[in-house]
T-cell receptor, first 114, second 113 residues
Framework: NAGVMQNPRHLVRRRGQEARLRCSPM?????VYWYRQLPEEGLKFMVY????????ESGMPKERFSAEFPKEGPSILRIQQVVRGDSAAYFC????????????FGSGTRLTIV | SQQGEEDPQALSIQEGENATMNCSYK?????LQWYRQNSGRGLVHLIL?????REKHSGRLRVTLDTSKKSSSLLITASRAADTASYFC?????????????FGQGTTLQVKP
């Protein structure tokens, strides 16, 4: 069991470009969560997805950010027209059931906007 | 103050000593969880304590929960240099039990060999 796989580990984008972050949950986990961590801060919830459904996106900025978790393939967090303030570490976590067990986190994607 | 605030922000101890970190929160919770994060890495789940539990143990870890005071503590006994990391408490406050967590700012623990 390879755990939660995130790629890429590091991503550099110029302002105005698009960033795509991928997350493959642990085998058997159908609940995926995305969090963002700014330097020296805790994690901030962004979105919670189950297969093909967005359950809670209350932490997602209204513009430029979107997430999906298709029937086949990894979950994708997409940031369009990136700005300097999007620079952060983005973590994905998965769980077999919501609210019952702790999460398994991936190693994160460090996004740098230049 | 924010939901899930840890105290202290930073803690430095000698190997072999015990480390205690505290977490306070504001709203009612389904459960409270503690995570460890080594520098530049993802978070590792340590322990989950449900709202109807008062104490839980896992190896050298002991977690308490006082829902009347809306606080929790994490005790690491006989600390090791490898325990050096940031520790976060996270509260599951979702009324629909979605598993959405609110994280605190963390306590940075340094264990000196």
């Amino acid at each position: 069991n390879a755990g939660v796989m995130q790629n890429p580990r590091h991503l550099v984008r110029r302002r105005g470009q698009e960033a795509r972050l991928r997350c493959s949950p642990m085998k058997g986990h159908s609940h995926v969560y995305w969090y963002r961590q700014l330097p020296e801060e805790g994690l901030k919830f962004m979105v919670y997805l189950q297969k093909e459904n967005i359950i809670d996106e209350s932490g997602m900025p209204k513009e430029r950010f979107s997430a999906e978790f298709p029937k086949e393939g990894p979950s994708i967090l997409r940031i369009q027209q990136v700005v300097r303030g999007d620079s952060a570490a983005y973590f994905c976590a998965s769980s077999p059931y919501a609210g019952v067990y702790g999460y398994t986190f991936g190693s994160g994607t460090r996004l740098t906007i230049v | 103050s924010q939901q899930g605030e840890e105290d202290p922000q930073a803690l430095s101890i000698q190997e072999g000593e015990n480390a205690t970190m505290n977490c306070s929160y504001k709203t009612s919770i389904n459960n409270l969880q503690w995570y460890r994060q080594n520098s530049g890495r993802g978070l590792v789940h340590l322990i989950l304590i449900r709202s109807n539990e008062r104490e839980k143990h896992s190896g050298r870890l002991r977690v308490t929960l006082d829902t009347s005071k809306k606080s929790s503590s994490l005790l690491i006994t006989a600390s090791r240099a490898a325990d050096t990391a940031s520790y976060f408490c996270a509260t599951d406050v979702g009324s629909s039990n979605t598993g959405k967590l609110i994280f605190g700012q963390g306590t940075t623990l340094q264990v000196k060999p």
